[in-house]
């Protein structure tokens, strides 16, 4: 398998924008870096310019401002992009009345790829035994595949995937899951999205998430999820129990005239507080934010990345 | 590039639509014999043999059937989309369109030659039925045959270039068709404008494949002259396919 090191594989969005004729701005200075070894989840409602944003990338849309580079160079400047990028961008790219296999060997005979390696990769896909026939007879689920089948040929360092569990069944996506944890595993760059977190959540190891063409945030999950648990508490007296919590720093936000709900501090410390304070209390939950509600919280309010992560509304 | 263009015939062999077009320009090349032998004013002299042999690029669903062969040749990519994995492969819109060019420009000769070889398997035996002596030492007939290829040729570059420069598949043949079935012999009606009919596609061809006869098409449009006609073959064959690369097939691929 291919040895990649570190800038090979890179994919740098630097400042990128799209404004396509007469319409808003599909992608507003997004800028973000994807690394080896690592499988990244590209996240975002749908119609929040991840497709336009990876066309970008892989220089099948021009950008308004910004660039785009795979290991340095712009996606145009690669000598022969199969062996260094493979793309599955959607999965209708195909004539309905030519085989998949056939589909496989054109692409071989442009990259200068031997033909059998249409039939490897029809095999790793699962396609083998059907890739002799029409793609206008394959399933939405067969058409990902195919598409997956085609990034692949040219065993590439970088694979960038747009929402390629579509129309797969969930055994589908569990097979998916397992082949981008390979191909992360052995060095290759892959760039994944998806307006389903959940189908990244247990795969990617980094997240970028976009909402209206902009960065809403990006990291691991860990650090995305950071910060962001919370204690609910409810007291009687609630307003002692906010200047006894105050004085400890906690980030504070009143939810209902008897609760507060506070980040920053264990429900252990809330509960101390709340005793030295001589304050009754009445609930006292730790509630464990999960990337889920992360997800939706911050593509649902306005994107501003200078916001702060989401405290306590209605989840 | 020797791999794209081993690419583009591979992606036209592994579709239907170059057969149908082929069994159709044999077809049309045998119809075209027989249209110009069996009537009483058909060919009676070894003086008309010529305009026989040059029959097939000389007509109009002769040269649009590789018109349209080239427009499909790049239309149909975009119609399914595979322009995006062609292009995501090869990312220089000149490469691709340079490489069909080329490979519609050979298939044009490899049609221009079914419809020969389609056309001598009828009227050789036939005119020698009648008596009339086909010989291919003659320059007329030189002429009408190597002009012949030649047109194909250039057509199929033609149909890809309009392919290129308008890429919707329905536009571009029903509106390539249109005009050159319709609209250019319009054009021959009306005083004045009729002059720059010599300047159409059609008008290239005629002038490309004439051997004999007068230069005058209608009251005052003459052809021009041999190499008149090839000048302006080759520009309609390479202005909309180097605008196409330029420009059409430069915009966003969504």
Redesign the interface.
């Known amino acids: 398998m291919t040895a990649v090191s570190a800038p090979a594989g890179r994919i740098v969005v630097d400042d990128l924008s799209k404004v ?1 004729r007469g319409q808003v701005r599909a992608v507003d200075r997004l800028s973000f870096t994807v690394e080896p070894g690592s499988v990244t989840g590209f996240l975002g409602p749908n119609g929040a310019g991840k ?2 944003t990876l ?1 970008m990338v ?5 950008p308004t401002g910004g660039r785009a580079t795979i290991g340095g160079s712009p ?2 400047h ?1 000598g022969n ?2 062996r260094t ?1 493979g ?1 599955a ?2 999965s ?8 998949a296999r ?2 496989l ?3 071989c ?4 790829i031997p033909l059998e390696r249409a039939d490897e990769v029809l095999r790793i896909v699962g396609l083998y035994e059907v890739g002799k026939r029409k793609v206008k007879g394959y399933s939405m689920g067969m058409r990902q595949r195919l598409a997956l089948a ?1 990034a692949l040929l040219g065993d590439p360092a970088v694979l960038v995937l747009d929402e390629p569990a579509n129309g797969l069944d969930p055994e589908g996506i569990r097979w998916l899951r397992g082949l981008l944890r390979r191909l992360a595993s052995e060095g290759r760059t892959v760039l994944v999205s998806s307006h389903q977190l959940n189908e990244v959540q247990e795969v990617a190891d980094r997240i970028v998430i976009l909402n209206r063409g902009r960065l809403v945030r990006s990291g691991s999950i860990e650090e995305l999820t950071a910060g962001t648990d919370r204690v609910v508490v409810t007291s009687p007296d609630v307003e002692r129990l906010q200047a006894a919590l105050a004085d400890e720093r906690a980030d504070i936000t009143r939810t209902g005239p008897n609760s507060l709900s506070v980040r920053g501090l264990t429900n252990q410390q809330v509960g101390h507080t709340a005793f030295r304070a001589g304050v009754e209390l009445h609930e006292l939950v730790a509630q464990r934010s999960d990337l889920e509600e992360l997800f939706f919280a911050l593509t649902s309010a306005p994107s501003d990345p200078q916001a702060p992560p989401p405290g306590g509304g209605p989840a | 590039m020797i ?2 263009i ?2 583009e015939f ?2 036209l062999r ?3 639509v170059w057969f149908w077009l082929l069994l159709a320009t044999a077809g049309l090349s045998v119809l075209l014999v027989v249209g110009g032998i069996a009537p009483r004013d058909g060919v009676r002299t070894a003086r008309q043999v010529p305009d026989l042999f040059a029959s097939f690029a000389a007509s109009g669903p002769g040269y649009i059937l590789v018109f349209v062969l080239g427009v499909l040749g790049v239309t ?1 990519e975009f119609r ?3 322009i ?9 819109r000149w490469a691709v369109t340079t490489a069909k060019m080329i490979t519609y420009a050979v298939l044009g000769v490899g049609y221009a030659l079914v419809a020969l070889i389609a056309q001598l398997a009828v009227a050789l035996p036939w005119l020698s039925a009648r008596n009339i002596s086909v010989d291919f030492g003659n320059s007329q007939i030189q002429h009408a045959i190597i002009g012949g290829f030649g047109v194909i040729a250039l057509f199929g570059i033609v149909g890809l270039g309009f392919g290129a420069l308008v890429r919707n598949q329905i536009v571009a043949v029903v509106v390539g068709i249109i005009f050159l079935l319709i609209i250019e012999n319009v054009l021959l009606a009306i005083p004045v404008v009729r002059k720059a009919w010599p300047f159409t596609p059609n008008g290239g061809v005629q002038a490309i494949l004439h051997t004999t006869g007068t230069t005058e098409v209608v009251d005052g449009v003459h052809l021009l002259p041999l190499g008149g006609g090839i000048v302006v073959l080759l520009l309609w064959a390479f202005v909309p396919a180097i605008i196409g690369a330029a420009y059409s097939m ?1 915009r ?3």
């Open positions: 396509f497709t336009t066309r892989l220089g099948l849309v021009r996606y145009r690669l992009p199969s990028v793309a961008l959607e209708s790219s195909f004539h309905p009345a030519r085989s056939n589909h060997r054109i692409m005979t442009v990259a200068g085609a | 791999r794209l081993r690419a591979l992606k592994t579709t239907q149909t399914y989309q595979t995006t994995p062609t292009f995501l492969q090869t990312p220089s430069n966003d691929i969504t």
